[in-house]
């Protein structure tokens, strides 16, 4: 059964705000989705009814805990982790690598080398050259092929080395949605006795991912790119999290959740994931076939990110169909049909002549249609494009809840802005 966008948008209430006396229309999804009202309601009744630290002998703190290891339980079915303890929460994506990699850096000796690339996000760049300069590391960045904005895996290749620790790697582009191989780079990492670790923030809206099949060491996600609210998420498989030494006050019970946690963040969280069950449930379950042996939560959750996945696609499909009878427009990054299903997510990335992205962000959000410009943190890949000093690009960004008339009202917005008007 195809996903129907209409029956799940009265679930998600910005979606009934208006601009000019019309619907807006939300294609900033990459910088963070909206979230359904089920979301919203899970965190005000956290602050109602379980409003407290952990390990308390009273009723709001057992119900805390309860909530908290169902959250880490729920994350774990929908990344395909092996068990809960191998999900680890925290204020973003980013807070959670800079954390973790003071600890798999410890493991490292000066000269060892760690691999990054230079079409990630810089939260999968940044930790990385900090820690490397504090403890004497080598990093060592491969290149991207700019005609179709992939990693250039030839030169993968040529900078994994004897002395290469730890390779770090963006499930998706963030910027121009480029899908990489990352199971043929975790097995490239593994092949040398390298550490992988692999930013999915991208992804995990769009596609099912399973660690377990990855064979990852690590894999860092945030919840309000996929629906939830502003909490980040750490897998790590439990063996090499348990030879990792940890930066923790002495009594903490986890070793690598510092702090008192986000509670109504996660309980949001697990709002946001059985919303996803949900829409499995209701949309994906044919598909099961292909996710076998899986049962139940984690049955479901593959189910809907592959019903989510469908429809995302024939947008994308029907969108880059449009963008290429507007004149003087480029999107950047794969533009080969062929190629959609496998190596792109549904983002895109684009500059319009005379245009600024800037300009054109703003005139389509006097439209009504928010969209997001510049270099979405991209910035080394913004940089070898040659397009930094020009505003960067403009970014669309679909997501499940967006319609084919959402689509058309785009184009013909882009069509007006690249005619002068």
């Not at 064979?215 to 998420?233: E, I, R």
């Not at 940890?246 to 959740?257: I, L, N």
């Not at 509670?263 to 949900?278: D, F, M, N, P």
């Amino acid at each position: 059964m195809n996903l129907d966008p209409t029956a799940l948008r009265a679930e998600f209430p910005s979606l009934s705000l208006t601009s000019g006396g019309r619907p807006v229309v939300y294609f900033d999804g990459p910088g963070g989705t909206q979230v359904p009202d089920r979301v919203i309601q899970a965190v005000a009744d956290y602050y109602r009814e379980a409003n407290a630290n952990e390990g308390g002998a009273f009723a709001t703190s057992e119900r805390s805990d309860a909530i908290l290891a169902e959250a880490h339980a729920a994350v774990a079915d929908f990344l395909g982790a092996r068990a809960p303890d191998e999900i680890k929460f925290g204020a973003n994506m980013t807070s959670l690598t800079f954390h973790v990699s003071r600890s798999i850096a410890a493991t490292f000796s000066p000269g060892d080398e760690i691999v990054v690339t230079s079409l990630d996000h810089e939260a999968n760049v940044s930790p990385w050259r900090a820690i490397a300069t504090d403890r004497g590391l080598v990093v060592r960045t491969v290149g991207i092929r700019p005609e179709d904005c992939t990693l250039d895996l030839a030169d993968l290749d040529a900078k994994l080395g004897p002395r290469t620790r730890l390779v770090a790697v963006g499930y998706a582009s963030n910027a121009v949605g480029t899908i990489n191989p990352v199971g043929e780079i975790v097995a490239r990492a593994h092949a040398i006795d390298a550490l992988a670790y692999v930013d999915a923030v991208h992804l995990a809206p769009h596609h099912p991912i399973d660690v377990a099949a990855l064979d990852t060491d690590f894999l860092v996600c945030s919840a309000y790119k996929w629906f939830g609210p502003h909490v980040g998420a750490l897998y790590g498989r439990r063996d090499v999290l348990d030879r990792l030494p940890a930066y923790k006050v002495r009594p903490a019970h986890d070793r690598f959740e510092t702090g008192t946690q986000n509670h109504e963040g996660i309980a949001g969280t697990l709002a946001a994931v059985e919303y996803l069950r949900s829409v499995g449930r209701r949309f994906g379950m044919e598909r099961a076939a292909r996710f076998a042996p899986r049962t139940g939560r984690a049955l479901e959750l593959k189910c809907a990110m592959a019903a989510i996945r469908d429809h995302e696609l024939g947008l994308f499909r029907r969108l880059m169909e449009g963008l290429a009878a507007i004149p003087r427009l480029r999107v950047w990054g794969i533009t080969d049909p062929a190629r959609f299903e496998t190596e792109r997510a549904p983002t895109l990335a684009l500059t319009l002549d005379a245009v600024s992205p800037r300009d054109a962000a703003r005139a389509l959000g006097e439209a009504g249609i928010f969209t997001w410009d510049g270099d979405f943190y991209a910035q080394a890949l913004i940089e070898r494009l040659g397009l930094f000093d020009s505003g960067g690009l403009l970014r669309i960004g679909l997501a499940h809840y967006n319609t084919a008339d959402e689509v058309d009202r785009l184009l013909t917005e882009l069509e007006r802005i690249a005619a002068g008007h």
